[in-house]
């Protein structure tokens, strides 16, 4: 059960990203920068990556033969992430973002011991 909320979790965080693929208005309120043009059309590919990682997730959760892929996708977004953001001197306009990710560090350790914790077939 914990695993299971562990990754039900991780497809919360990205959940939000993943429906401003959809949503102009959401697009605007989260990121604060004018999507018009090339940087609309990455602000909206962004959000289906974040859909797919949110997608993964959700099926990790319930079906545990791919949660070795879903583990290591969920990895590098949350931790590609606050790395770039350490990087980039953690900007002030993207700390609720990085305190969330930061957060769900701690589902990402519960599924990442799960997984390497069972002997590979």
């Not at 695993?3 to 939000?16: N, R």
């Not at 289906?48 to 545990?64: H, K, R, Y």
């Not at 560090?105 to 002997?119: F, G, N």
């Amino acid at each position: 059960m914990l695993i299971t909320l562990a990754w039900l979790a991780l497809a919360l965080v990205h959940a939000p990203p993943a429906l401003a693929t959809f949503s102009g208005n959401l697009r605007r309120r989260m990121y604060s920068v004018d999507e018009s043009g090339p940087l609309g059309v990455i602000l909206i590919h962004r959000g289906v990556q974040f859909l797919a990682v949110a997608c993964v997730s959700v099926l990790a959760a319930f079906n545990a033969e791919v949660r070795v892929a879903a583990m290591l996708v969920t990895a590098f977004s949350l931790l590609g992430f606050l790395i770039t953001y350490a990087t980039a001197g953690a900007p002030k306009r993207l700390r609720t973002i990085a305190i969330v990710d930061a957060i769900a560090l701690i589902p990402l350790t519960i599924v990442s011991a799960d997984v390497w914790a069972k002997p590979s077939a």
